[in-house]
């Protein structure tokens, strides 16, 4: 009997999280599309999201799409089809490696600060402070980090693919012995504006969730120090978890639309 009343606890609580969740998305976003705007405040988020972010999302990138090629060509060559390597790199890179890796790197370097610095401000009680002096919390804190992560993850992402695809071409040109011409040939010819499309909506949903989930956990922190290294813990592993099952949804709608 206890075991299923703390079956029933369990799920009563994972279900008002998600409801606290959900109110939390729609509120933050309600605010992010209504004025008054702060734009110093995003500028600087967007900054610190896609600028500071840019040699992490690019060293990632290209390692991705280094060890993609090789990979390929060592499968590939198993049956005589090591032509298809161009194809299998721009198409990996652009649908999946690039958002999802991007997302990732991102969630751990931007949804942890994020987290750690509202987190720090909800102990201190400088959200409350705010609150005092008339400032929404959520139109001064959070609405400027979800707008930033809507705009700067789809940037980072079409780098991230131009990175990538350039991994795999060096890796091809310069160590399996591709002619370049025809690498970039087969390349353009077989990437198609869906692919890099689907891959830039997947970042922008990635965007959110990062920025969502770092703003929630640590606006919901407390109990001082470490309170704030928990939310912070929470908000990575969250926003990694949900990137990874959004990206499964949404491949699943672009493959519907592709079909």
Known sequence: ??????????????????????????????HAVRPPFYPRIIGQQMIEIGFFSLPVVGLTAIFAGMVLALQSFT??????????????????ITRELGPVLAGLMV?????????AEIGTMRVTEQVDALTTLSTNPFKYLVAPRVIAGLAMLPLLVFVADIIGVLGGYLVSVFSLGFNAANYLQST???????????????????GMIITIMGCYHGYHSQGGAQGVGKATTNAVVSSSILILFFDFILTGIFFATDG
């Open 107 to 115: 969630s751990g370097r931007i949804g942890a600060s994020m987290a």
């Open 75 to 92: 499968g590939f060559s198993r049956f005589n089809a090591e032509g298809a390597v161009a194809n299998v790199v721009v198409i990996s």
């Open 188 to 206: 353009f010819d077989f990437m198609e504006t869906l692919d890099v499309v689907s891959g830039l909506v997947k970042a922008a949903v990635f």
């Open 1 to 30: 009997m206890k075991f299923l009343q703390r079956i029933g606890a369990l799920t009563f609580a994972f279900l008002a999280t998600i409801g606290q969740i959900s109110t939390f998305t729609a509120t933050a976003l309600s």
